[in-house]
């Protein structure tokens, strides 16, 4: 291996330039150098971005830019959210520490790693976080919450610094090497509600947008094998032949 | 004891009043109130700093002010300097996970700790290092080592938290009462295989069996909620009465 590899950090609809840099520059103090950008407020390349990341400026311009969260994470087989509140979804969460155990023993393991921020205030939608396979929560004061993004980047990137020296041995299904990507789960998360929403499935209407979350987070919460995947893409397409025959 | 014992971080001759409302922020997310200032350069009390603190405003009204470093510490019996160059002082040098360890360990045992924060660009000068009993230095990327005072402050306070808090992070799923239970699963299992029989998804016959326990197995091996096992009922019910209309 030629290069080191490292985790994703994919920040998702950043408003302001400033923050983007600073993300760049907390990152870069703790050797992690790969970001991608969703949809930034102003557009790319922002120059108040590249003003606050001066040493750190190579981060921006290797960063890869895209329109979505999706798009985004396409690559990545094991993807974590940081968010304060998990809103009901069902989802593990972890401390910034156990997230990057995690994510050390899957990059080890040769999978690829996105760690994904919410814009600034707002964070991240519900239909993001039901597309992360996993929330990290950092355990701030109840009564007093109030980490910017750039502090968030910091501290998560502070843990892959003191995880990485570390072995995990943490269990895994058998089977190892093919875990389906965020793209294939997508995809798949795609053909479920299209061919359900000819069916019926989402109804009453006021509840078809949670169900159709409920539905999509259950996919990305699963440890599926690409195997696993064709054959939950197969189980429907049947059904879909079955009904067509009539 | 009617009050929890924390370390107090004490500020040396801080330079703008933003980054010390910022680090009152950044103490004041991981449950530390006690503040110490020494010699602010603008004075005090300093509205930029007041505006900055916002909802950790108080941290600046108890702040307790002092003219030298050696006055602010004087009733501490462990010092801890945060600085990036120990330059040539023998003294134990520890990462803030040692020291807040060491830290919580001392304040059990009854003592006051003091962490010192230089100033902005300049840092502690070397007198004020030879005044604390170690060193405390954040391992950051030798090439680019840029955490400001805030960020110094907030990694510190973060692992007094992770040393001593109280907020437990689950590894498995929120909500773990209600995961299906195997009677479940092999029900769900059976509805699968029935449907998916008639369906004639199971084809070619000579692989019908291995194919019938990969679709078992896949339930089986993911961890499914009771609401999970619904849904997937759901989904396949709603096939079937999609076919039969027609």
Known sequence: MTDPVLPVFVLV????????????????????????????RDGWPNEKA??????????????????TMAEAVADCTLVLATTARPRGLTKPVLSPEQAMAL???????GEKVAVIFGPERAGLENEEIAR????????VNPVFASLNLAQCVLLVAYEWMR??????????????SDWANAGEIEKLGDHYEQRMEEAGF????????????????????????QADVR????????????????
Request: glycine share 8%; aromatic share 6%.
């Open 13 to 40: 609809r950043p408003q302001m330039g400033e923050n983007i840099g600073a993300a760049a520059r907390a990152m870069w103090n703790f050797g992690l150098d790969r970001m991608r950008i969703v949809a930034p």
């Open 50 to 67: 590249v003003a606050m990341a001066s040493g750190a400026g190579r981060l921006l311009d290797e960063a890869q830019l895209t329109e």
């Open 103 to 109: 994510a050390a023993e899957r990059i080890a393991a």
């Open 132 to 139: 992360a396979n996993a929330i990290i929560s950092v355990p």
């Open 163 to 176: 995880k990485t020296g570390e072995v995990v041995h943490e269990l895994r299904e058998p089977g190892g």
């Open 202 to 225: 989402f109804f009453p209407e006021h509840k078809a947008d949670s169900m159709k979350m409920n539905l999509r987070n259950l996919w990305s919460r699963l440890p599926l094998t």
């Open 231 to 246: 054959m939950l893409h197969g189980v429907l397409r049947q059904m879909v032949r079955w009904k067509e025959r009539g």
